[in-house]
């Protein structure tokens, strides 16, 4: 039988909606089954396994057909990508600052009713800056989760156009999405478009979008939310930050950060593991968040093509001594 750990896991991870990890830990239970010899149990295991994950995958693509924009109008279809994201705030590491600010967001968005029989709005034009792999476009996605709303990834490579005038428009039709399609609409490597206009460089057609994305974004009355993400913050135009509600700022993960990511990556798989964390923490020193999960997920994956009880922690500080 599966030990009671794992199948508290589950349950666990079940209420909290995260079905990403209720179905690792489910592998797990049937991988440990077939070390015990039990194969037909193994096998039953997995296919019930696999049938579920079907069901939830047409489950929810019937659920993003109820998603207006999913069928756009013909302008549209090249300038947006729409899906509804599964992804929490509880879920991501982030430092305390940051935390803070996005929870507050969402609790303004939540109480907007509120808010507005006094006049006020609740804040939804956030620019987040920082390295790469801190979690800006995880953050788009997880605010959406938490609204129960679709998030918008808005490419702005169909937005630059040769033509003049062109861009201009395409981007009015993204402004006027967000009125008819509420939703978190993000800009992601936003410097593409917000360059400083005094540039020297052949940029006039990005600085007539920029001056168009300034004008579009201080009239913007909708109930959407509006990202900007970048990991260059010193190549935006001075104009930008003060026509967001707020500058949000990415940091490397410290100490605590690690041990946290770390920890909840290596969630079920480590248990007999024999490291120090904060050793481990301490290689990671410097990493993004990204490449750290990333070093988890390959020690994991050593883990189960080698058949080893638990994590290696050779394999493991390997995985993040290259990546430094």
């Known amino acids: 039988m599966a030990a009671s750990d794992q199948i508290k896991s589950m349950i666990r991870y079940f209420g909290e909606g995260d079905e990403e990890r209720f179905f690792s830990s489910a592998l797990q239970i049937a991988a440990m089954e077939a070390r015990k010899g039990h194969t037909n149990l193994a096998h039953e295991l997995k296919l019930l396994i696999e049938k579920a994950k079907a069901y939830r995958s047409v489950a929810y693509a019937d659920r993003a057909k109820t998603i207006p924009i999913l069928q756009?109008?013909?302008e549209l279809k090249d300038l947006i990508d729409v899906f509804y994201p599964q992804v929490r705030l509880k879920e991501m590491v982030l430092s305390k600052p940051v935390a803070q600010s996005l929870q507050k967001l969402v609790k303004e968005q939540k109480h907007w009713e509120k808010l507005q029989q006094f006049n006020l709005q609740p804040k939804r034009k956030l620019l987040l800056v920082g390295p790469p792999g801190t979690g800006k476009t995880m953050t788009a996605q997880a605010l959406a989760g938490e609204l129960g709303i679709p998030v918008f990834i808005v490419r702005l490579d169909g937005i630059v156009s040769k033509f003049m005038g062109e861009s201009i428009a395409k981007l009015r039709l993204i402004f006027e999405a967000m009125v008819d399609n509420r939703g978190v609409y993000l800009f992601d490597e936003f410097d593409s478009i917000g360059s400083h206009r005094d540039k020297g460089q052949d940029v006039g057609e990005i600085k007539r979008i920029l001056n168009s994305f300034l004008i579009h974004i201080e009239k913007d009355q909708s109930n959407s939310i509006i990202i900007a993400a970048t990991n260059l913050p010193d190549m935006l135009d001075k104009a930008l930050f003060r026509r967001f509600d707020e500058v949000i700022a990415y940091p490397l993960p410290d100490t605590e950060e690690i041990e946290n990511l770390i920890s909840r990556s290596l969630q079920g798989?480590?248990?007999?593991?024999?490291?120090?964390?904060?050793?481990i923490a301490r290689l990671a020193t410097g990493l993004n968040h990204a490449q750290i999960v990333q070093a988890c997920?390959?020690?994991?994956k050593e883990m189960i093509i080698e058949e080893l009880p638990a994590i290696s922690t050779a394999h493991l500080t390997q995985a993040l001594q290259k990546r430094q």
């Open 297 to 300: 997920e390959e020690g994991i």
């Open 269 to 279: 798989f480590a248990k007999e593991a024999r490291f120090d964390l904060h050793d």
């Open 72 to 74: 756009p109008k013909r």
